[in-house]
């Protein structure tokens, strides 16, 4: 595992665009796997930035996202389907037959969770992972206990990471289950990058980075994976011992 430390959070997300970029001016019909959440708003902005500059384009590559909240439409404004429409999607020239994100409103999880996973097998497994981080070291919605070999799957919610998420919800709570790519599914990347910035995240990289590999700390089984970098700020980065 590489670890890159930036000055700002601005430096470090432009360098998660920058790898996404160079992967597509590479093989222009990379499989991607894209995360949602704050931290990733950066890096979105810098790829939109990237694309109006004509220095990136989407339109041969597949995308698949990490998850949704089960229960949620596409156009419910706090899907993830919305984040992806607004940050994203509507401002570059992603193709949207490629564009895949689970179905929240599907009556029949199961099925579009193995649906899901055949469709990225059809399209050649994912080239390309970016991850955020949870607080509690979770990655897609794999919560801590998920098992390293999970696919993707419905998964209930920790009340902290629902709270985490509340924003946009009544109550300030999110749904209480998710679709998610499973810890097995994200481990299948040819090469993952975890982008990770904020003093609140400093505890949770230290813990994946250099803490015991364990299912208690979902980010920890990257340590194990052959091409994974963490792109951090330097508040990210505070409590790595090297
Ligand atoms: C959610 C997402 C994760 C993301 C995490 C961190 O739980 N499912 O993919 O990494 O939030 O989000 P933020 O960047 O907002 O802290």
């Given at each position: 595992?590489?670890?890159?430390?930036?000055?700002?959070?601005?430096?470090?997300?432009?360098?998660?665009?920058?790898?996404?970029?160079?992967?597509?001016e590479e093989?222009?019909?990379?499989?991607l796997?894209?995360p949602?959440?704050?931290?990733?708003l950066?890096?979105y902005?810098?790829?939109?930035?990237?694309?109006?500059?004509?220095?990136?384009?989407f339109a041969?590559?597949?995308?698949?996202?990490?998850?949704?909240?089960?229960?949620?439409?596409?156009?419910?404004?706090?899907?993830?389907?919305?984040y992806?429409?607004?940050?994203f999607?509507?401002?570059?020239?992603?193709?949207p037959?490629?564009?895949?994100?689970?179905?929240?409103?599907?009556r029949?999880?199961?099925?579009?969770?193995?649906?899901?996973?055949?469709?990225?097998?059809?399209?050649?497994?994912?080239?390309?992972?970016l991850?955020?981080?949870?607080?509690?070291?979770?990655?897609?919605?794999?919560?801590p206990?998920?098992?390293?070999?999970?696919?993707?799957r419905v998964?209930?919610?920790?009340e902290?990471?629902r709270?985490?998420?509340?924003?946009?919800?009544p109550?300030?709570?999110?749904?209480?289950?998710a679709?998610?790519?499973?810890?097995?599914?994200i481990l299948d990347?040819r090469?993952?990058?975890l982008l990770?910035?904020?003093?609140?995240?400093?505890?949770?990289?230290?813990?994946?980075?250099?803490?015991?590999?364990?299912?208690?700390?979902?980010?920890?089984?990257?340590?194990?994976?052959?091409?994974?970098?963490?792109l951090?700020?330097?508040?990210?980065?505070?409590?790595?011992?090297e």
């Open positions: 595992m590489k670890i890159h430390v930036f000055e700002s959070e601005r430096e470090a997300a432009a360098a998660a665009a920058a790898a996404v970029a160079r992967r597509l093989a222009p019909d990379s499989v796997m894209m949602t959440g704050d931290t990733m950066a890096m902005r810098e790829l939109v930035g990237l694309h109006e500059r004509g220095g990136v384009s041969r590559a597949s995308i698949f996202n990490l998850d949704e909240y089960l229960g949620l439409s596409a156009k419910h404004p706090a899907s993830f389907a919305s992806m429409r607004e940050n999607f509507s401002r570059v020239d992603a193709e037959e490629r564009t895949r994100i689970p179905d929240g409103a599907t029949d999880p199961a099925r579009e969770c193995e649906s899901y996973e055949r469709e990225m097998q059809a399209a050649g497994g994912v080239d390309l992972c991850l955020g981080i949870g607080k509690n070291g979770h990655v897609g919605f794999n919560e206990g998920a098992p390293f070999s999970s696919r993707t998964v209930r919610l920790s902290s990471t709270e985490a998420n509340g924003a946009g919800f109550g300030g709570l999110s749904p209480e289950k679709l998610t790519a499973g810890v097995g599914t990347s090469e993952i990058l990770a910035t904020g003093e609140d995240k400093a505890e949770a990289v230290a813990a994946s980075v250099e803490g015991r590999v364990s299912e208690e700390v979902p980010a920890s089984a990257l340590q194990g994976h052959p091409a994974c970098a963490f951090l700020d330097a508040t990210a980065a505070d409590l790595l011992n």
